[in-house]
T-cell receptor
Framework: SAVISQKPSRDICQRGTSLTIQCQVD?????MFWYRQQPGQSLTLIAT?????????ESGFVIDKFPISRPNLTFSTLTVSNMSPEDSSIYLC??????????????FGQGTRLTVV | KNEVEQSPQNLTAQEGEFITINCSYS?????LHWLQQHPGGGIVSLFM???GKKKHGRLIATINIQEKHSSLHITASHPRDSAVYIC??????????????FGKGTRLHILP
């Protein structure tokens, strides 16, 4: 199994500023993902973080708003840029490790609760 | 219709009661996860299942692949079990990355 350390666990930020969330995995993983959970909603995929290349964003999410880095196979960051109160959510990273055909394990960070005031 | 449905959405019970939370899904999966989200937002992975049953302390998770259904049980519930419990399925996609689909969660409140 793998362990993901996500930081910060929570933050309160001023509108117009940016926050970078980090996820560190204790072993090399194939895929890393970033999710958002708006109040009262389920977790929704923002993007897939690809090592050495640009992230792949889901419909409704753009790189200018949520730039992602993945410099190596154990680390990724998500930045929430030019924040507004509507960005107040829980942000979660997860990773996957392929163990064989149709056999992939998933691991989850602890989540970051962001409040924008 | 959501691909992952949980029931009930909210559950209040007395301390000591046996709790069951259900998850039904409509996609093919390779695994199913149960997550616990604490009131502060922190998320803990409880189980990953691909078949059968797993037990950890007072928590039991079962899955029936044919019926596309999983249950999370809590025996001898305690106020510290109060949290949101989230079902997430691991859905393989041909020629693409696997996808994780989350349910909306079940908010559990255990009264002392």
């Amino acid at each position: 199994s793998a362990v993901i350390s996500q930081k910060p666990s929570r933050d309160i930020c001023q509108r117009g500023t940016s926050l970078t969330i980090q996820c560190q995995v204790d072993s090399q993983v194939t895929m890393m993902f970033w999710y958002r959970q708006q109040p009262g909603q389920s977790l929704t995929l923002i993007a897939t973080a690809n090592q050495g290349s640009e992230a792949t964003y889901e419909s409704g999410f753009v790189i200018d708003k949520f730039p992602i880095s993945r410099p190596n196979l154990t680390f990724s960051t998500l930045t929430v840029s030019n924040m507004s109160p509507e960005d107040s959510s829980i942000y979660l990273c997860s990773s996957m490790k392929r163990k064989g055909f149709m056999n992939t394990e998933a691991f989850f960070g602890q989540g970051t609760r962001l409040t924008v005031v | 219709k959501n691909e992952v449905e949980q029931s009930p959405q909210n559950l209040t019970a007395q301390e000591g009661e046996f709790i069951t939370i259900n998850c039904s899904y409509s996609v093919g999966i390779s695994a199913l996860h149960w997550l616990q989200q604490h009131p502060g937002g922190g998320i803990v992975s409880l189980f990953m299942l691909s078949s059968g049953k797993k037990k950890h302390g007072r928590l039991i998770a079962t899955i029936n692949i044919q019926e596309k259904h999983s249950s999370l049980h809590i025996t001898a519930s305690h106020p510290r079990d109060s949290a949101v419990y989230i079902c997430a399925v691991h859905s393989p996609r041909s020629n693409r990355d696997d996808k994780i689909i989350f349910g909306k969660g079940t908010r559990l409140h255990i009264l002392p």
